[in-house]
Nanobody, 120 residues
Framework: QVQLVESGGGLVQPGGSLRLSCAASGDYFRIGVMRWYRQTPGKERELVASITDGGLADVAGSVEGRFTISRDIGRDTIYLQMNTLKPEDTAVYYC??????????????WGQGTQVTVSS
């Protein structure tokens, strides 16, 4: 079983920055891919960024050049550095992880979510 705990959300002005963290803990052998998703009311959850256990990273086109995902491999912790934030980045951000090298197999886990609000 894996627990994911996010932190770092909050209120920020447009153009500002925030850094989200997600730490995995619990009784597990290995964490594979870890991801950040976000969701606003009435919309489907959107994949924002993904990183493998080897550190290969990818971000969505909507945040490319502004958001960076990184990973502390030894601690199974990921970060989302969000710069030049826009009001449309306002959402609940969720951490996701799978306990397998293949993201399509294994058990999937979600964090509780952290609110990011971009507003003046």
């Amino acid at each position: 079983q894996v627990q994911l705990v996010e932190s770092g959300g909050g209120l920020v002005q447009p153009g500002g920055s925030l850094r989200l963290s997600c730490a995995a803990s619990g009784d597990y052998f290995r964490i594979g891919v870890m991801r950040w998703y976000r969701q606003t009311p009435g919309k489907e959850r959107e994949l924002v960024a993904s990183i493998t256990d080897g550190g290969l990273a990818d971000v969505a086109g909507s945040v490319e050049g502004r958001f960076t995902i990184s990973r502390d491999i030894g601690r199974d912790t990921i970060y989302l550095q969000m710069n030049t934030l826009k009001p449309e980045d306002t959402a609940v951000y969720y951490c996701w992880a799978v306990d397998s090298p293949d993201p399509n197999h294994g058990n999937q886990y979600w964090g509780q979510g952290t609110q990011v609000t971009v507003s003046s």
